[in-house]
């Protein structure tokens, strides 16, 4: 199964000639590439939404709204129907109340969630379930406290459920956040294949490699339980003009084990 983690920049960012309308079709083109089983879209607005349901409409999806009364799936997992069945979905808000819509707590500066769907393969009946989310840009006790939630989360389940958590962390290896995730029974899938800690950026500024930065990969896809990843890959496709993104997209590539 392949998984992939795209901050796809959020629709109202007003980037110019990087704005969504100019990269929308080059940003599904890029993700359909890699042949994704699953897809963990952050920053995803209501517009961006329609435009990547019409560009997969072969995958299901599920998202929560981040503000209340708001329209905009913020983390949003797209799964290919044709090969998982849903069994549950939830998500809850990384926060002190996080069942009350809208909330932030600590030094977040924006509101931040965990969206989950648990699934079914198709083929071999193996459930397991996919976490996707976006840590503070700002707050470090806020990251380090969402990650503490995540943790808290994913340790309600057996200790063999395989659990995929993926998203755009805002930090890298060396940060208290990341630290947090691997003591609570995380293990990063690049890492595992590749043998290396920090493989550089993922954050880009719509440059690519002319972006110079001492922040290492801030797009993670965790994994833990009866997982074994076998690939990962850092995505830096762009058509010779522009990204897809700001963020290179992240893939990996994993074995469910049987229990």
Aim: hydrophobic share 35%; charged share 25%.
């Amino acid at each position: 199964m392949k998984i992939l983690t795209c901050n796809i920049r959020c629709f109202g960012a007003g980037d110019g000639a990087n704005s969504w309308v100019n990269r929308a079709s080059l940003c599904g083109a890029i993700i359909r590439s890699r042949l994704p089983d699953v897809i963990c879209f952050q920053e995803m607005w209501d517009e961006q939404f329609a435009d990547m349901s019409s560009a997969f409409k072969e995958y299901q999806s599920y998202a929560m709204v981040d503000e209340p009364v708001g329209r905009r799936p913020m983390n949003c997992i797209f799964y290919r129907s044709d090969a998982y069945v849903r069994i549950s979905a939830g998500g809850y808000w990384l926060s002190e109340k996080p069942h009350a819509a809208g909330t932030k707590s600590w030094d977040s500066d924006c509101v931040r969630l965990a969206n989950w769907v648990r699934l079914q393969d198709r083929a071999t009946g193996v459930d397991f379930r996919v976490i996707n989310t976006h840590l503070d840009h700002v707050g470090q006790h806020a990251r380090e406290q969402q990650a503490r939630m995540i943790v808290e989360d994913a340790k309600a389940y057996p200790d063999d459920y395989p659990q995929i958590l993926a998203g755009d962390m805002n930090c890298d290896s060396r940060n208290p956040a990341i630290a947090a995730f691997k003591a609570g029974g995380w293990t990063d899938t690049y890492g595992a294949v590749h043998g290396t800690k920090d493989p550089g950026h993922t954050y880009h500024a719509f440059l690519g490699p002319r972006y110079e930065s001492d922040v290492g990969k801030m797009d993670w896809i965790f994994a833990r339980g009866g997982i074994k990843p076998v690939d990962a890959a850092i995505i830096e496709d762009s058509d010779g003009e522009r990204y897809p993104s700001d963020h290179y997209f992240v893939s990996a590539t994993v074995i469910m084990l049987n229990p």
